[in-house]
């Protein structure tokens, strides 16, 4: 090497990070080649529910504190935003935010208390808190009741949501997983995260360091029902229509957490893999059985609970881990050591 010569290396890219460029881009390109109008739909539902996986999978994954109540933060995002539409006249985009903004004061409240509560405890009280949220709703003169309400249709456009077309919702809900991926790719490459995994794994051992537990479950839960109560803000101005049975209801609850737990819980992409599996055969599944299959859902995720819980507790992508593991030639696993900085 010549003297006064400097070589510069830029750093390789990952193949992770190729891989999911990758996977950005066809997401981005996929709904030009499928023109039809009940398949985009398709696909904009599992955005939907990969992008509420993932808001979960902040506090049930990361934290492992399992919420089975999350259908509150998404009806309060739905009713927000509405509310502030049919009142105020209010963009949507503005009450989205308010609606995540309240959504997440409202978890610090309920958390508070619920905390207090260790495993099936704690998703018992989030049951409750959820079920107790849809009775009052269901019952408020102000909110319409059980009748719902109806989003106006007299304008139209990016300024309100409201489209002819299925193309803009499905960018929409895109960009808005993109988002919610970003913001748990940050919070899992930072000290909070550590103390997620910390609290999740050794809450003694985090607790004789200095970590307060409450204060960090408080933030995995508020960030988690910030962006579950967006998903709910877009869920409302998609359908135009919302009720307490179609926001609040517990089987939401249910869908949300299975489809981090399906896809692979604690992992960043888990949930986005476990939309695809979950919403493909709930979606088949309704059109095969019909309005006869009443309740077929219900016994798809009772099923799905079990073989997850039996055959795969980390999911299918630690499934496919351990396959690739187990295939001739590949090389152990390394061990990644985390160092964990206590700060107070």
Not at 158 to 165: H, R
Not at 326 to 340: N, S
């Amino acid at each position: 090497m010549t003297t006064g010569t400097t070589l510069s290396r830029k750093a390789p890219i990952s193949p992770k990070a190729m891989g999911t460029g990758a996977l950005l881009a066809l997401a981005a390109v996929l709904p030009l080649a499928i023109t039809e109008p009940s398949q985009q739909n398709f696909l904009i539902l599992i955005l939907m529910g990969a992008q509420m996986g993932v808001a979960w999978n902040i506090v049930g994954g990361y934290a492992g504190q399992v919420s089975l109540g999350h259908a509150v933060f998404y009806g309060i995002g739905a009713y927000t935003s509405t509310m502030l539409l049919t009142t105020l006249g209010l963009t949507p985009w503005i009450g989205a935010l308010a609606g995540g903004l309240l959504a997440a004061l409202f978890a610090l409240v309920m958390g508070w208390p619920c905390f207090r509560l260790k495993g099936h405890y704690f998703a018992m009280a989030t049951i409750a808190v959820a079920e107790i949220m849809q009775i009052l709703v269901t019952n408020s003169d102000f909110l319409e009741g059980a009748v719902g309400l109806y989003l106006p249709m007299d304008r139209g456009g990016w300024g309100w949501l409201i489209f002819l077309s299925k193309l803009p919702y499905y960018y929409i809900i895109l960009g808005l997983l993109v988002l919610t991926i970003l913001v748990s790719w940050a919070i899992e490459r930072s000290h909070i995260g550590y103390y997620f995994r910390a609290i999740k794994d050794e809450p003694e051992a985090a607790r004789a360091l200095g970590v307060s537990l409450t204060r960090y479950k408080l933030i995995a839960l508020s960030v988690s029902a910030f962006l579950t109560a967006m998903g709910g803000s877009f869920y409302a101005q998609k359908e135009m229509f919302i009720d307490p049975g179609s926001v609040f209801a517990g089987t939401i609850s249910i869908k949300i957490a299975l489809i981090a737990i399906l896809g692979g819980v604690g992992r960043l992409t888990g949930p986005v893999l476990g939309a695809v599996i979950l919403i493909t055969i709930e979606e088949y599944s309704r059109t095969l059985f019909g309005s006869t299959g009443s309740g077929t859902d219900m016994i798809i995720y009772a099923a799905m609970i079990i073989l997850v819980a039996v055959f795969s507790p980390s999911g299918v992508l630690g499934l496919l881990g351990d396959l690739r593991r187990h295939l001739p030639g590949a090389k152990p696993a390394a061990v990644k050591t985390e160092k964990m900085e206590v700060r107070p």
